[in-house]
């Protein structure tokens, strides 16, 4: 595809985080699509489009800020903001990610998000990501607890 049409991807895509449509953003990837994050590592063929359908369809306060954005015929980055009330503790988290993407026939082949777990946890957590956040034990917790509530979710659908 051209730089174009993936530059348009990529803002469709923010534009459909923004409105909470994670249909619209699973729509995206392609059937063999891999997605990784600090919280959501390795993420493979539907579970990256039904993870942004479950983030979406819980977020209560959610805003998107597609900050800048960038595409080539293969590949593309993304630079986004999102604030939200991370509702597991009620605390307003601030975001600031770096997205890497992968193309293949019109939609994303690969999506890599790179945030700074510390700072996330220390929003998100409170008073443990902020004393325990930059620890191993921390991200697996909060790791494992991603999964088992997007394999709950996917197990409900």
Known sequence: MSSDANDALITNFYAAFGARDGATMASCYAPDAKFSDPVFPDLKGDEPGLMWKMLTERADDLVIELAEHDASEDSGTAHWIATYTFTQTGRKVVNDVHAHFRFKDGKIS???????????????????????????????????KARAGLDQYTSAR
């Open 110 to 144: 690969e999506h890599m998000d790179d945030f700074s777990f510390y700072n996330w946890s220390r929003q998100a957590l409170g008073a443990s990501g902020l004393l325990l956040g930059w620890t191993p034990i921390i991200r697996g917790a909060v790791q494992k």
